[in-house]
Nanobody
């Protein structure tokens, strides 16, 4: 019943920036924890960033700390992932996900977006 629509992916040169957006509908966005995950070819899915229901707590995987920022705008029912200083290793399909429990759990996500491709060239 909850739908997540992602946008903002694309091709960017190393060192550049992208901002991913995830707009939610059909649920109560302000009660969800939100997360961004990625999966590169031949690799397992990993969580890159998460934000709790209030926006007061965030979490990042070590490889993106200092470069990526997760945020949310409850008035727009939208979560964002600002990605700066992009590296070729960031190339992956990026997914947003919603956690009805409202927390930062890696395993609490119930609703998923369709995924958006991010490609970082050398």
């Amino acid at each position: 019943q909850v739908n997540l629509v992602e946008s903002g992916g694309g091709l960017v040169q190393a060192g550049g920036s992208l901002r991913l957006s995830c707009e939610a509908s059909g649920g109560t966005f302000t009660t969800y924890g939100m997360g961004w995950f990625r999966q590169a070819p031949g690799k397992e899915r990993e969580r890159v960033a998460a934000i709790n229901w209030s926006g007061g707590s965030t979490s990042y995987t070590d490889s993106v700390k200092g470069r990526f920022t997760i945020s949310r705008d409850n008035a727009k029912n939208t979560a964002y992932l600002q990605m700066n200083s992009l590296k070729p290793e960031d190339t992956a399909v990026y997914y947003c996900a919603a956690d009805p429990t409202g927390g930062l759990s890696r395993y609490g996500q119930k609703y998923w977006g369709q995924g958006t491709q991010v490609t970082v060239s050398v």
